[in-house]
């Protein structure tokens, strides 16, 4: 069934549904019917027999006693009829218009091996049902039973007749159920149905057509987040293609650089003066384009790493702080570097962390004119890193695209080094911002003692 179109899947459970209840009201309904009119007779016994006990029990048993004195007990009446009979008493004389001998026989058996004062019973005599009951009472101070009978002539006639009434009506409830049935069948599967195509076109990348569902149920819940996911992926596909633009142009320049000097020195002309200072250039280009083509591998590491479980160690951020410093101290060893820190140990994964602080310090030194500030302050449930330098400060359309990647900076350059820091920093649930001070710019980085790992 599944392979069937869902349509038709709707239509086969409810047209299922009414069938099924269809077939439990036809199995239960003759049966509680019975059941019923079974219990009305026995009732209107019992009611008979109370009615005989108020106006007195004859003063002899083997008399006939009829709820309608005029009529003769035939098979066909409705009526209650009633015969006393002796408990212990031979009753072979007794000769009964309406029982044979053995039924009264069997019913002075039952009446003494009854324990109850008043029993029901039924019994079919030839094409008939008997119901009658029983009832132990005293005739002049004798022992003796008082039986009380009717004879089923309306009982199953009734039932039948109901029955027949009620499959009726349920054959016409199912047959006109088909109708509604299938409309909505259609009406449900019919958004679903543009779904489905909507969702193929996003699959084959033709998702610049939005996906309307005038619907607030379900389905219209499923159309917005399938409309969410279609923007999102349009919005992911521009940013890969501006990515790719910037990407191709980032790494042509130093290129370009490289090509336009080597070209030169084979000319024999030399742009800086000298060979040695021509090819010093093109080394610091190379060096530029090897450094931009790892931060571009390890944006790709990143998008790895932020679909597993992150590492979640215990270490030591201020000696990871005061090791990083020491490795980029050499590369403007005329800058001063103040520290005002104090001992904080936090958890996450060491290694991306000593990125987050290289490409951090690195920016710092590269903007900072005469020093770097760090400090460290420690709180009840985060670490709080602040880092600033005396440069120039950051124009404020820069400033709040700074993290983003392929931003052109002060001098006019493109990079994705913050880019990365603000990838691990929220990966760590951290958050990471950057202001313009009175003395230049700052760095504020709040840490989490603790955080989920989840990337």
Known sequence: MKNKSLAFQIWLVISGILLLISILLAILFPTTLRQFFTNEIYTTIENEQHILKEYGLPSRSGEYYFSNEDSEPTLGNRTVDHIL???????????????????????????????????????????????????????????????????????????????????????????????????????LSKPLVSLEKDVKKI????????????????????????????KRLVSKDEAQQTLLQNISHDLKTPVMVIQSYAQSIQDGIYPK?????????????????????????????????????????????????HEVVDRLRWRRPEIQWEFDDVNATIKGDKELWTKVLENVLDNQLRYADTKVSLSLAKHQTNVQCTISNDGPPIDQSVLEH??????????????????????????????????????????????????????
Not at 126 to 137: A, C, D, S, W
């Open 85 to 187: 009979l002796p408990e212990h008493a031979d009753i072979s004389y007794f000769s009964s218009r309406v029982l044979p001998q053995d039924f009264l026989r069997k019913a002075q058996e039952d009446a003494i091996s009854q324990r109850k004062i008043v029993a029901r019973y039924e019994k079919d005599l030839g094409n008939r049902t008997l119901f009658y009951v029983i009832r132990k009472v005293s005739v002049n101070g004798q022992p003796a039973f008082l039986l009380s009978f009717s004879w089923d002539t309306y009982r199953n006639a009734l039932t039948s007749t109901l029955f027949k009434q009620l499959l009726l009506v349920i054959s016409i409830v199912f047959l006109f159920s088909w109708l509604p049935s299938i409309w909505l069948s259609r009406y």
């Open 203 to 230: 699959a084959e990348q033709n998702w610049h057509e939005p996906v309307t569902v005038n619907r607030s149920d379900e389905i219209g819940k499923l159309g917005a987040s399938i409309e969410q996911m279609r």
């Open 273 to 321: 003066g000298d060979l040695s200072q021509t090819v010093k250039v093109i080394e610091d280009e190379s060096k530029n384009l090897e450094k931009k083509i790892r931060d571009l591998l390890y944006l790709t590491k990143l998008d790895y790493m932020s679909t597993h479980q992150l590492a979640q160690d215990d270490f030591d951020f201020t000696a990871l702080l």
């Open 402 to 455: 700074l993290f983003e990647p392929f931003k052109k900076g002060a001098n006019g350059e493109f990079g994705i080094g913050l880019s990365i820091v603000k990838r691990i920093v929220t990966m760590h649930d951290a958050t990471i911002t950057a202001e313009n001070i009175e003395e230049g710019v700052c760095f504020f980085i709040d840490i989490p003692i603790q955080f989920s790992g989840r990337g």
